[in-house]
């Protein structure tokens, strides 16, 4: 299933508290960069820090049932 951005942006402001984390999960599934390095770099944030931040957020997938990129 194709979510529209607003619908992604909806699901990330109620379930991520961390408004690092809902910038970087925003571009994560909303841009679908190359890389995670590639993320790191337009957030302007260590690499680390992206992977961590989608380790932690892995449960929204929950809310996104059928995500299609």
Same mark, same amino acid.
């Given at each position: 299933? &194709?979510?529209?951005?607003?619908?992604? %942006?909806?699901?990330?402001?109620?379930?991520?508290?961390?408004?690092q984390? #809902?910038? +970087?999960?925003?571009?994560?599934?909303?841009? &679908?960069?190359?890389?995670?390095?590639? %993320?790191?770099?337009?957030?302007?944030?260590?690499?680390?820090?992206?992977? #961590?931040? +989608?380790?932690?957020?892995?449960?929204?997938?929950?809310?996104?049932?059928?995500?299609?990129?």
């Amino acid at each position: 299933m &194709r979510y529209s951005k607003t619908q992604i %942006l909806e699901v990330l402001d109620e379930y991520v508290y961390r408004e690092q984390d #809902r910038m +970087i999960m925003a571009r994560y599934l909303t841009n &679908r960069p190359t890389s995670y390095e590639a %993320l790191a770099e337009k957030c302007g944030v260590s690499l680390s820090t992206v992977a #961590r931040a +989608i380790d932690h957020n892995s449960f929204i997938w929950k809310y996104l049932p059928d995500f299609e990129w």
